[in-house]
């Protein structure tokens, strides 16, 4: 069965250094989003990406961060100057159409650590 | 404001026995309701949705949920538990803005 992956598995990075996480969404989907959640709180909504732009985004997913397909498979997610409260699980997810009520397929996550 | 209360962190419910994990939203207009597992080190999967049409959604693994618009209530259930359902449940809620997810309610299913 097709599934989304993530990597790195984990991250570790120091206060203020860029970071990317990579995803590569299910090959027929169209639709990808990138969550969050911080260790015992809710899953968040970043944002959403359609048809090589942000479809949806969330006032956590501020100047900080960027969202990119940079060929037609990867899907990034960059954060440019990183903050002790940047340290979360962050989920990838695709859905094959642009509609909501299609359900999101999800990777593993990457756990990305600030010191 | 769109949101999800899961009012339950853990639910513990012996091997066999019927399982409700409890769920209520708040949303404006109608919702898209969805049901999300995930166990250790993997991503969530999807088990259910409710989108339109009978309030009695069957899903994966045995899974359905009883949408219930007077009571804004999406509680998930299962006939008889399995030791492998223990595992994180997450309801989900779509409503004008986008997913947003509940706490996770813990599911311990005891042999």
């Known amino acids: 069965e097709p599934e989304v992956t993530q990597t790195p598995s984990h991250q570790v990075t120091q206060m203020g250094q860029e970071v990317i996480l990579r995803c590569v969404p299910i090959?027929?989907?169209?639709?990808f989003y990138w969550y969050r959640q911080i260790l015992g709180q809710k899953v968040e909504f970043l944002v959403s990406?359609?048809?090589?732009?942000?479809?949806?985004k969330s006032e956590i997913f501020d100047d900080q961060f960027s969202v990119e397909r940079p060929d037609g498979s990867n899907f990034t997610l960059k954060i440019r100057s990183t903050k002790l409260e940047d340290s979360a699980m962050y989920f990838c997810?695709?859905?094959?159409?642009?509609?909501?009520?299609?359900?999101?397929?999800f990777g593993p996550g990457t756990r990305l650590t600030v010191t | 404001a769109q949101s999800v209360a899961q009012p339950e962190d853990q639910v513990n419910v012996a091997e066999g026995n019927p399982l409700t994990v409890k769920c209520t939203y708040s949303?404006?207009?109608?919702?898209?309701l969805f049901w999300y597992v995930q166990y250790p080190n993997r991503g969530l999967q999807f088990l259910l949705k409710?989108?339109?049409?009978?309030?009695l959604v069957k899903g994966s693994y045995g899974f359905e949920a009883e949408f219930n618009k007077s009571q804004t209530s999406f509680h998930l259930k299962k006939p008889s538990a399995l030791v492998s359902d223990s595992a994180l449940y997450f309801c989900?809620?779509?409503?004008?803005?986008?997913?947003?997810f509940g706490k996770g309610t813990r599911l311990s299913v005891i042999a």
């Open positions: 990406f359609y048809n090589n732009e942000i479809s949806e």
């Open positions: 989900a809620v779509r409503g004008n803005t986008p997913l947003v």
């Open positions: 949303v404006s207009g109608n919702p898209y």
């Open positions: 409710y989108i339109t049409g009978d309030n």
């Open positions: 090959s027929n989907h169209l639709y």
């Open positions: 997810a695709s859905s094959v159409q642009h509609h909501w009520s299609y359900e999101q397929y």
